[in-house]
């Protein structure tokens, strides 16, 4: 087990001082400035803690070793197995007095994940455990530490023991401030964990509608990440676990916060491969991502069958699945930029940044780097939220443009491409909302079916072209005589449907009427000569409760008995007798 945190380092407590409380104030509005604080170094402080490693033995070590324990504590359950581990001994110099009415003095162990700690002074019979599932300690303190309250005695420079059993192979810094430096401390922790995830969730969101609009799967890998990323800080501060009522689970915490762990950075790949189309562009780089991405989904699924108390060979192993993974993903994001690709961009300044912290902690957490002098978990944290920023602009640019996609497509669909009419199913579309209106309301709501007569005969004379010039032609003809609301359509290729909401038949006879005359009094021309048009109308209105089908099937028969009659007529389909009009001769 290593434990250079304890054999190359004295750590120093942060002292209470008025600046101090000033540079809290800063921290929380300039998070920038937090980085640039802590990499100058740390404050020092007005009390030092120092430990001397002293082996594995319990017996030969130190003759204070010796003292029994108590027997309340020699029977917990906690205690497992203390010879096999290492234990230090421990003083704190420098202690100044305080009132006796000042808080106390904590001892935080930070970074002790799977950790199990025991502490004791046998000369005054204390001793006490700490376990980030089974012990975390006071219910003030945050699962991220074991936190132990000093003893006065502990102050005055009389040695204490601790025992430390860990497999993590991470580094353990301990930490000796006032309890009320300790909960800002602590407090600030969690208002960026939960500023993060809020963040995360907030792009999980995002990407869900995506997924609902578009049907792309790469968001579905986007929005699972950010839930699983959210899930892992939460569980790494303790907040996710302090949310959840059932004791339980914090029995399998270390479990949850891997599998989040690893299932964000599974998702990330599948995302990524999605994303930059890596499967038609680089199939060789989507493969090994893939595989990558699977690999880290096997190893969280294994460490579920370790039991409550897994080795951390699990852990080491998806810390280096992390660190092959990050040239692949900042490669294939830079050659995706470099063609010409938006999706590069957005991959190479979103996933860079945090790719490349969290390498840097987990060459420290490893110890194959010094310990870095500012905490790398809050610079990832926030290389998150910059993330989130950054995806969060990418995806509502994607999603504009996909909507303007739809848009375009929509119109494209629903219009003729020759006259930018309404087309067939969008005149039916249409039209049957505002029959629905019109049932509701019991208004009337009249339709006009047009043809031009002899159109065949133009398009052998002129050609399609020059039939097309006409068509044109005639569409803006009826575009200068509709009223605002009605609905103009073309359904083949010289029939056209007129809708007039508000009016019954006669009148939209009448009105059909007016049209027929200035049409036939209209000169077209088509390649520098006149052409005369004349058109045929067949008129029905709408009867309450008839179906759309049945509507347009009358008008389609009067239109058709207008070209039986001799075409160049207007037809209302059973006409009231006292309108004037006949369903046989047209307009009397």
């Not at 704190?92 to 199990?116: E, M, N, Q, S």
């Not at 780089?285 to 989904?297: C, E, F, N, P, T």
């Not at 995806?391 to 491409?417: Q, W």
Request: contains cysteine; aromatic residues 8%.
């Amino acid at each position: 087990m290593k434990m250079p945190a304890f054999t190359r380092q004295t750590w120093r407590s942060r002292a209470n001082n008025d600046w101090a409380a000033s540079l809290g104030k800063l921290l929380k509005r300039l998070p920038v400035a937090i980085l640039l604080l802590g990499m100058a170094g740390e404050i020092q402080a007005q009390e030092t803690i120092t430990f001397e490693n002293l082996g594995s033995g319990t017996q030969d070590a130190d003759p204070a070793l010796r003292t029994a324990t108590p027997e309340k504590d020699a029977t917990s359950p906690l205690i497992r197995d203390l010879d096999d581990g290492t234990w230090w001994r421990g003083r704190i110099h420098g202690a100044t007095k305080r009132p006796v009415d000042a808080l106390p003095w904590v001892l935080a162990f930070k970074g002790a994940y799977a950790a199990h700690l025991t502490l004791r002074q046998p000369q005054n019979g204390w001793q006490v455990h700490r376990s980030r599932w089974l012990a975390p300690g006071p219910p003030w303190s945050t699962r991220l530490d074991l936190v132990v309250v000093l003893p006065e005695s502990l102050r005055n420079g009389e040695p204490f023991y601790l025992h430390i059993k860990d497999g993590s192979h991470r580094r353990i810094r301990a930490e000796i401030l006032p309890l009320d430096v300790y909960l800002k401390g602590v407090k600030d922790r969690r208002d960026v964990a939960i500023a993060c995830a809020t963040a995360l969730i907030t792009l999980a969101l995002l990407a869900a509608v995506l997924v609902h609009s578009t049907g792309e799967k790469a968001y579905a890998h986007l929005s699972a990440m950010a839930c699983m990323a959210a899930g892992y800080i939460l569980g790494l501060t303790g907040v996710l676990f302090d949310l959840i009522p059932f004791e339980e689970l914090a029995l399998i915490g270390i479990h949850l916060q891997r599998m989040f762990a690893m299932w964000a950075m599974a998702f990330s790949h599948f995302f990524i491969i999605a994303f930059l189309s890596l499967r038609a562009r680089r199939p060789v780089a989507a493969r090994l991502l893939a595989g990558l991405a699977w690999s880290q989904i096997a190893i969280s699924i294994l460490g579920w069958l370790e039991g409550l108390h897994p080795a951390f060979w699990g852990a080491t192993l998806s810390n280096l699945l992390i660190v092959a993974s990050t040239p692949i993903v900042l490669w294939e994001a830079w050659v995706a930029h470099r063609q010409g690709l938006r999706a590069g961009r957005f991959v190479l300044f979103a996933w860079a940044p945090a790719l490349l912290l969290m390498v840097v902690w987990i060459f420290a957490l490893q110890d194959w780097l010094p310990r870095a002098a500012v905490d790398l978990g809050s610079l990832i944290s926030w290389a998150l939220v910059a993330q989130v920023a950054i995806l969060a602009f990418g995806l509502s640019e994607v999603s504009s443009r996909l909507r303007n996609e739809r848009d375009r497509a929509t119109r494209e669909a629903e219009l003729d491409a020759l006259t930018g009419l309404l087309n067939r199913r969008a005149l039916e579309s249409r039209l049957k909302r505002l029959l629905a209106a019109s049932a509701n309301k019991s208004r009337f709501l009249s339709v006009i079916y047009l043809d031009l007569d002899h159109f065949k005969r133009m398009n052998d004379t002129h050609g399609h072209a020059g039939g097309d010039q006409c068509l044109l032609q005639f569409v803006e003809h009826l575009k200068g005589r509709h009223r605002p609301g009605d609905l103009l359509a073309r359904i083949g290729g010289e029939e056209f449907v007129l809708v007039l909401p508000g009016l019954d038949g006669p009148t939209a006879a009448a009105r059909a009427e007016d049209l027929r005359r200035s049409l036939s009094s209209e000169t077209f021309r088509v390649d520098g000569k006149a052409i005369a048009l004349t058109c045929s109308f067949g008129v029905a209105a709408f009867r309450q409760g008839e179906p759309l089908e049945s509507l347009m099937e009358r008008a389609d028969k009067a239109l058709y008995r207008a070209k039986a009659a001799g075409r160049n007529q207007v037809i209302l389909d059973h006409p009231d007798p006292e309108s004037g009009f006949s369903d046989a001769s047209g307009l009397v």
